[in-house]
């Protein structure tokens, strides 16, 4: 799989830095030129991703969240959302459709989300560490 671009940004664990989160990410994949609703996948997997990182894994205290974005040939986009948050102690359990420890304005459906507009959603965390999300997405052939 040979890499033909990628860009990384890094920002502090705030609620206003979600929408620049899935903005700029969206902007990078732009050169792709993907359909509207490519894009509209990619900036809800973001933001689902961004989200807990902000709520759960800086949920004490603020921390930097980096965004990798990787662009491979056959228009395969790779993106990582890393924390080096609280982590998650049962990756499986967190995983499962409404299951969730935040408050009970929270659906539990996040990861269901991004498995459902992802190609491959994977999940690596370390409890006291952090955690990174992998998404893949291989955008549509155009004409
Ligand atoms: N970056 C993260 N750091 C720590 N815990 C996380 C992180 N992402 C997800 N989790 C855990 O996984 C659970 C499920 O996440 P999700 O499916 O997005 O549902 P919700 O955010 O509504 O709780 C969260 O409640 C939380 O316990
Ligand atoms: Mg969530």
């Known amino acids: 799989m040979s890499l033909a671009n990628k860009m990384q940004i890094t920002f502090p664990s705030r609620s206003v830095n979600e929408s620049f989160a899935r903005v700029s990410t969206a902007a990078f994949i732009a050169q792709l030129d993907p359909t509207l609703e490519e894009i509209s ?4 997997i ?3 991703a961004v989200t807990n990182s902000i709520v759960h894994g800086y949920a004490e205290k603020e921390g ?9 040939e056959n ?3 790779r993106i990582t959302v890393r924390d080096r948050g609280v982590g998650i102690p049962d990756i499986k359990q967190a995983m499962e459709a409404c299951f969730t420890t935040g408050s009970e304005d929270r659906a539990g459906m996040g990861f269901t989300i991004m498995q459902t507009f ?3 959603l994977k999940v690596r965390s370390v409890p006291g560490k952090g955690t990174t999300v992998t998404m893949e997405k ?3 052939r155009k004409p």
């Open 41 to 44: 996948d990619i900036k809800t």
């Open 46 to 48: 973001v933001s689902e």
């Open 64 to 72: 930097i969240i980096a965004i990798s974005v990787y662009i491979y």
């Open 75 to 77: 228009r395969r986009v």
């Open 118 to 120: 992802s190609d491959k």
């Open 138 to 140: 291989v955008l549509c």
